[in-house]
């Protein structure tokens, strides 16, 4: 019996096609950006994990905690038969709320999405062997544009996103990702949301640009990204980083910083991109919330906030979606 099993919607000609795309548009702009998906290749996660045990970098060990502490009452409300679980990464969340699982019986089906299909495989398999879950169905894709590809439900389901990831989108981009979660939820079904809350700028800046520099060297890897995949000639490890609060957007911003005038090719494009010293490529954005503005944003888009569990750093929002009038219903 194939117990794990992949369908793979971003391929590497499809992650080259992507990127291609947003290298053109985003290093053709006057103001250059980058998207933040394009930092997870092998060395960018394994760089990311780095990060999650950092010092500065309290955002995964306050997750966890709160995990530890409130995933057997949440789990007791969800009752799921299968997790779907966005960005999913490593395992280590996913094994917490199994761990919580007891008592309300074992999870049928595991639906890790992530455009890291090598971090998948890793996971799924590590998972399966551990003996939680009873089958995974990865789906490596975009959750921006294939969560229409999520398998039907096999069961109760409880789709996680954890870690803030969806912090790292604009609000516009948020509320469209929420909808298509939205959309994968009946109506016993719960969404599990983990957020990263507004508190200290020092706290904050510090979580973003940490005294050892793995987050510099997180942000960099972009640059390595586009060498490897479209034959550009970035001198990456000449780049500074760059990590700014802004409060009135109620996000940290990860910059790349021009070491001096110069221009790089991109081969494969056939695009020279210009740089003054001191310009800034902007390469992710990592949007910090309330209780407030959770309840807001999950309410535009159909979800209610059912529980709020939260040490002040960080919060873990479980929501159900939301009765919908009749004339919202024929809008949606
Ligand atoms: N959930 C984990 C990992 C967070 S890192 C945790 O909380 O620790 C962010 C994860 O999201 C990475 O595994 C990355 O590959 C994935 N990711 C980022 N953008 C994505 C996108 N647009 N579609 C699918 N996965 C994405
Ligand atoms: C995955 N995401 C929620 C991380 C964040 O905190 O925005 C990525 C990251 N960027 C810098 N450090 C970690």
């Known amino acids: 019996m194939m117990r794990y099993h992949a369908d793979v919607h971003v391929d590497d000609a499809f992650l080259r096609a992507a990127l291609a795309d947003d290298v053109r548009r985003g290093l053709g702009a006057p103001e250059k950006w ?65 761990a919580a699982l007891n008592g309300v019986g074992p999870l049928a089906r595991y639906v890790p999405v992530d455009v890291d299909a090598a971090t998948l495989a890793a996971a799924g398999r590590a998972l399966l062997a551990e003996g939680g879950v009873g089958e995974v169905h990865a789906v490596v894709g975009d959750f921006e544009r294939h969560l229409d590809r ?43 949301l983990g957020v990263d809350l507004v508190k200290s700028p020092c706290a904050l800046h510090a979580a973003y640009d940490d005294a050892a ?53 991109v081969r494969d494009l056939d695009m020279t991109v210009e740089f003054e010293t001191g310009e800034t490529i902007w390469t992710e954005s990592s949007y910090k919330f ?15 906030l059912l529980r709020w569990d939260t040490d002040d750093a960080f919060g873990l929002a479980l929501a159900s979606p939301a009765r919908l009038a009749v004339a919202q219903r024929r809008a949606a």
């Open 34 to 98: 980058l998207p933040p998906k394009y930092f997870y290749d092998g060395a960018g996660s394994a760089l990311f994990e780095r990060i999650t045990r950092l010092p500065e970098y309290y955002l995964t060990r306050a997750e966890q905690a709160l995990l530890d502490a409130h995933a057997p009452a949440i789990l007791d409300d969800a009752r799921p038969r299968e997790i779907v679980e966005l960005g999913a990464g490593s395992p280590a969340k996913l094994r917490r709320l199994l």
């Open 150 to 192: 999520v398998p039907p439900p096999a069961g109760r389901r409880l789709v996680a996103f954890l870690g803030s990831t969806l912090g790292n989108l604009d609000p516009a981009r948020r509320h469209t990702l929420l909808r298509d979660v939205r959309r994968l939820l009946g109506p016993g079904d719960r969404f599990l």
């Open 213 to 265: 520099g793995v987050t510099a060297e997180f942000n960099r890897n972009i640059l390595r990204v586009i060498n490897r995949r479209l034959g550009a000639e970035f001198d990456a490890d000449a780049f500074g980083h760059y990590a700014r609060w802004d409060a009135e957007e109620a996000r940290v911003e990860m910059h790349l910083v021009a070491p001096v005038d110069h221009t790089v090719r």
């Open 290 to 304: 309330t209780r407030a503005s959770v309840e807001a944003m999950l309410g535009a888009a159909g979800l209610r």
